[in-house]
């Protein structure tokens, strides 16, 4: 009998499944995620999973993780400060793609160097410059180096990262070892936000690690890359960026496997965000354009998945004008109330009595701020250095803390870099004062929505005189914005020919209209046509009012709440590799394989050259990662025109994957 141990750290849960032979689910856990230190509810929750299953912990033959922490760190704008070194392009090139705006107040050095699409040097690298820069910044947590055309030849690449560890002893990310496509600047982008993730994932893995070797499990950890397929602890510590999505897509793998969907859409409802795929023929789709979370498109290969900065925990704003005033949700998470109080006890019904007590409602009502221990407070200004001391290491309510306005961007900064939380009304409370659940402080939720429901709107009267209907009104938003996030992915997939961008077209008000068919002149009739996999621990809270919204089917699977866990552990070791062969001159062909420029007499040639470099190069890689009963698939791409009745050849792209079942510890 082999024992397979998947665990998921969501937002706010982090769970724990166990599976017999492939085959069935043992026992299930959850534990509350502890975002000071995500081991702390890994332990938890794996402890409480043996303990439930009464399987000994040596009997485990494998542990698997999936996480949100790599999506959850991008959607929030936190990570470690990093060090971009951009050779070959131009000062005004890191305003392409986002990289400006990724990078923030980071240090940047735009380089001479590079290359040419052929691979030939265009410049040479100016070694003395990076030395000089290195020299005159503060050491980052980790450097991003992207050079032209490094996916032709990634010398300068190569060269650079080892002048920089030769420096700092940092950790380099290096974009053509992320990628194998042209364009430079998304290329920049992916290996910028991996170097921003590097220190965190790392730390994670580490003490994942630790923590399970504790609780007597010694099997293998592999985790979950945004495609679905595991990859070993090592890689991921090298590549997090391949995370990204790694808990979304580990819920796709979970839902079929549970329910057997052939097609159908799928919806995880987190704590952070709400994540929504397509299954066509029981397989996930594959985002051709390179994962997308928040507002960045990365070229990693992932899911085609539409994050969304919904979840059980996502803020709640009050929107004051208009004469009905009402709420939106997200898309950052925070602390429930009903969660803070069950943690601090009085001092937060201290705070919201004397906040229901006063006569004029305030924006800071009902919203507290909490120092997190253990993060790198370095690189902080005066003025933000000041602010995380007045948190201290107490929960203040926000007031207590914003003294001036400027304060605000100091804030903003803190939760940034991770050094402190908000907590604030969520529909996590919401559902504790509607009864949908009963876990943390009703009490406490109660107060905070009669808090919320005092705030002035456009008529001058309050938004809500009565908790339970402020808390409906905050369901109630959360219902519509899950259908609108739902209908948004189904345009973009369907692509039905209309001129609109999907957002606009799922939010029409003809489509709207629809949901409720009108017939008279007109007749409006709109919906799903397909059925939703709702998957979360929340789904049978919120979503049967979603699929009657929309007017569809809605699957709530038994363990649906553990799915993340559960396809942590079922997926398959996967490696691509890739590679190009291009025609710089007639009759010479240049195959641009993992280490350099390598030039061929006639196509074919160097097609079996670059074919046996990927392979191996990805075989290797599989092994090491323990696979076994390996697959290997070849897909090439070959580019020709024809002169004068001949065909000549242009390019060619060649990938191959290397796939196999994990190897399972006796």
């Given at each position: 009998?082999?024992?397979?141990?998947?665990?998921?750290?969501?937002?706010?849960?982090?769970?724990?499944?166990?599976?017999?032979?492939?085959?069935?689910?043992?026992?299930?856990?959850?534990?509350?995620?502890?975002?000071?230190?995500?081991?702390?509810?890994?332990?938890?929750?794996?402890?409480?999973?043996?303990?439930?299953?009464?399987?000994?912990?040596?009997?485990?033959?494998?542990?698997?993780?999936?996480?949100?922490l790599a999506t959850n760190a991008l959607v929030e704008g936190q990570g470690g400060r990093v060090g971009l070194v951009y050779v070959g392009f131009r000062e005004?090139?890191?305003?392409?793609?986002?990289?400006?705006?990724?990078?923030?107040?980071?240090?940047?050095?735009?380089?001479?160097?590079?290359?040419?699409?052929?691979?030939?040097?265009?410049?040479?690298?100016?070694?003395?410059?990076?030395?000089?820069?290195?020299?005159?910044?503060?050491?980052?947590?980790?450097?991003?180096?992207?050079?032209?055309?490094?996916?032709?030849?990634?010398?300068?690449?190569?060269?650079?990262?080892?002048?920089?560890?030769?420096?700092?002893?940092?950790?380099?990310?290096?974009?053509?070892?992320?990628?194998?496509?042209?364009?430079?600047?998304?290329?920049?982008?992916?290996?910028?936000?991996?170097?921003?993730?590097?220190?965190?994932?790392?730390?994670?893995i580490a003490r994942a690690q630790h923590t399970l070797v504790d609780l007597g499990v010694t099997a293998p950890l592999m985790v979950v890359r945004g495609d679905?397929?595991?990859?070993?602890?090592?890689?991921?510590?090298?590549?997090?960026?391949?995370?990204?999505?790694?808990?979304?897509?580990?819920?796709?793998?979970?839902?079929?496997?549970?329910?057997?969907?052939?097609?159908?859409?799928?919806?995880?409802?987190?704590?952070?965000?709400?994540?929504?795929?397509?299954l066509r023929d029981g397989k996930p789709m594959i985002d051709p354009a390179g994962a997308r979370v928040g507002s960045w498109r990365t070229m990693v290969e992932?899911?085609?998945?539409?994050?969304?900065?919904?979840?059980?925990?996502?803020?709640?704003?009050?929107?004051?004008?208009?004469?009905?005033?009402?709420?939106?949700?997200?898309?950052?998470?925070?602390?429930?109330?009903?969660?803070?109080?069950?943690?601090?006890?009085?001092?937060?019904?201290?705070?919201?009595?004397?906040?229901?007590?006063?006569?004029?409602?305030?924006?800071?009502?009902?919203?507290?701020?909490?120092?997190?221990?253990?993060?790198?407070?370095?690189?902080?200004?005066?003025?933000?250095?000041?602010?995380?001391?007045?948190?201290?290491?107490?929960?203040?309510?926000?007031?207590?803390?914003?003294?001036?306005?400027?304060?605000?961007?100091?804030?903003?900064?803190?939760?940034?870099?991770?050094?402190?939380?908000?907590?604030?009304?969520?529909?996590?409370?919401?559902?504790?004062?509607?009864?949908?659940?009963?876990?943390?402080?009703?009490?406490?939720?109660?107060?905070?929505?009669?808090?919320?429901?005092?705030?002035?709107?456009?008529?001058?009267?309050?938004?809500?005189?009565?908790?339970?209907?402020?808390?409906?009104?905050?369901?109630?938003?959360?219902?519509?914005?899950?259908?609108?996030?739902?209908?948004?992915?189904?345009?973009?997939?369907?692509?039905?020919?209309?001129?609109?961008?999907?957002?606009?077209?799922?939010?029409?008000?003809?489509?709207?209209?629809?949901?409720?068919?009108?017939?008279?002149?007109?007749?409006?009739?709109?919906?799903?046509?397909?059925?939703?996999?709702?998957?979360?621990?929340?789904?049978?809270?919120?979503?049967?009012?979603?699929?009657?919204?929309?007017?569809?089917?809605?699957?709530?699977?038994?363990?649906?709440?553990?799915?993340?866990?559960?396809?942590?552990?079922?997926?398959?070791?996967?490696?691509?590799?890739?590679?190009?062969?291009?025609?710089?001159?007639?009759?010479?062909?240049?195959?641009?394989?993992?280490?350099?420029?390598?030039?061929?007499?006639?196509?074919?040639?160097?097609?079996?050259?670059?074919?046996?470099?990927?392979?191996?190069?990805?075989?290797?890689?599989?092994?090491?990662?323990?696979?076994?009963?390996?697959?290997?698939?070849?897909?090439?791409?070959?580019?020709?025109?024809?002169?004068?009745?001949?065909?000549?050849?242009?390019?060619?792209?060649?990938?191959?994957?290397?796939?196999?079942?994990?190897?399972?510890?006796?």
């Amino acid at each position: 009998m082999a024992v397979l141990l998947g665990v998921d750290t969501g937002g706010t849960y982090t769970d724990a499944v166990l599976i017999r032979d492939d085959q069935e689910v043992i026992a299930s856990a959850k534990a509350l995620t502890t975002r000071q230190d995500l081991a702390i509810g890994i332990g938890e929750a794996v402890r409480a999973v043996l303990d439930a299953s009464g399987v000994a912990p040596g009997a485990v033959g494998l542990a698997s993780l999936s996480t949100t922490l790599a999506t959850n760190a991008l959607v929030e704008g936190q990570g470690g400060r990093v060090g971009l070194v951009y050779v070959g392009f131009r000062e005004t090139d890191l305003e392409s793609h986002g990289l400006q705006e990724a990078l923030g107040p980071d240090p940047a050095l735009v380089l001479a160097g590079g290359h040419g699409h052929a691979g030939t040097e265009a410049a040479p690298l100016d070694e003395a410059a990076l030395s000089a820069w290195l020299e005159s910044i503060e050491p980052a947590s980790a450097y991003a180096v992207a050079a032209q055309f490094a996916t032709r030849n990634p010398a300068h690449e190569l060269r650079a990262a080892q002048i920089i560890r030769a420096a700092t002893g940092r950790p380099v990310s290096m974009s053509h070892e992320l990628s194998a496509r042209l364009n430079g600047p998304k290329r920049a982008l992916t290996a910028l936000l991996n170097a921003r993730l590097i220190g965190m994932i790392a730390a994670l893995i580490a003490r994942a690690q630790h923590t399970l070797v504790d609780l007597g499990v010694t099997a293998p950890l592999m985790v979950v890359r945004g495609d679905g397929a595991l990859i070993s602890a090592e890689q991921a510590c090298a590549r997090p960026i391949e995370t990204i999505l790694s808990g979304p897509a580990a819920s796709i793998v979970g839902a079929r496997w549970l329910t057997g969907a052939e097609t159908a859409l799928v919806s995880d409802i987190g704590g952070t965000t709400t994540d929504v795929a397509v299954l066509r023929d029981g397989k996930p789709m594959i985002d051709p354009a390179g994962a997308r979370v928040g507002s960045w498109r990365t070229m990693v290969e992932a899911v085609a998945m539409r994050t969304t900065g919904l979840g059980g925990d996502s803020e709640v704003h009050v929107q004051e004008t208009g004469l009905q005033g009402g709420v939106t949700l997200g898309p950052r998470r925070v602390i429930p109330i009903s969660l803070l109080a069950h943690e601090m006890g009085g001092l937060v019904h201290n705070a919201l009595d004397e906040q229901l007590r006063r006569e004029t409602p305030n924006e800071q009502d009902a919203v507290f701020v909490r120092a997190v221990a253990g993060v790198d407070a370095s690189g902080l200004s005066t003025k933000e250095a000041d602010l995380l001391a007045r948190v201290a290491e107490d929960v203040q309510p926000l007031s207590r803390i914003l003294k001036a306005r400027l304060d605000r961007a100091g804030l903003r900064r803190l939760v940034a870099r991770g050094l402190v939380q908000l907590a604030g009304p969520t529909p996590s409370d919401a559902a504790h004062v509607l009864g949908s659940l009963t876990v943390w402080d009703a009490q406490a939720a109660t107060k905070a929505m009669r808090i919320l429901g005092r705030r002035r709107i456009g008529t001058g009267g309050r938004l809500c005189s009565d908790p339970h209907g402020m808390a409906q009104k905050i369901v109630d938003q959360l219902t519509r914005q899950t259908g609108l996030a739902l209908l948004e992915t189904a345009f973009a997939e369907e692509d039905p020919g209309f001129h609109l961008p999907a957002a606009e077209l799922a939010a029409h008000e003809i489509m709207q209209a629809g949901l409720t068919p009108h017939q008279g002149l007109l007749r409006i009739d709109t919906g799903l046509n397909v059925p939703v996999v709702g998957l979360g621990a929340s789904a049978a809270g919120y979503y049967p009012a979603v699929g009657e919204k929309l007017r569809c089917r809605m699957i709530l699977p038994a363990h649906g709440g553990v799915a993340n866990a559960i396809g942590a552990v079922v997926g398959r070791i996967s490696v691509r590799k890739s590679g190009t062969i291009s025609c710089p001159s007639e009759g010479l062909y240049r195959v641009h394989g993992p280490h350099g420029p390598q030039d061929f007499s006639d196509p074919q040639t160097g097609l079996a050259e670059l074919r046996d470099l990927l392979e191996q190069s990805a075989t290797e890689a599989a092994i090491k990662a323990g696979a076994l009963d390996l697959h290997i698939a070849v897909q090439e791409d070959s580019k020709t025109v024809t002169v004068e009745a001949r065909e000549v050849f242009i390019e060619a792209h060649v990938t191959v994957e290397v796939s196999g079942r994990p190897r399972i510890a006796e």
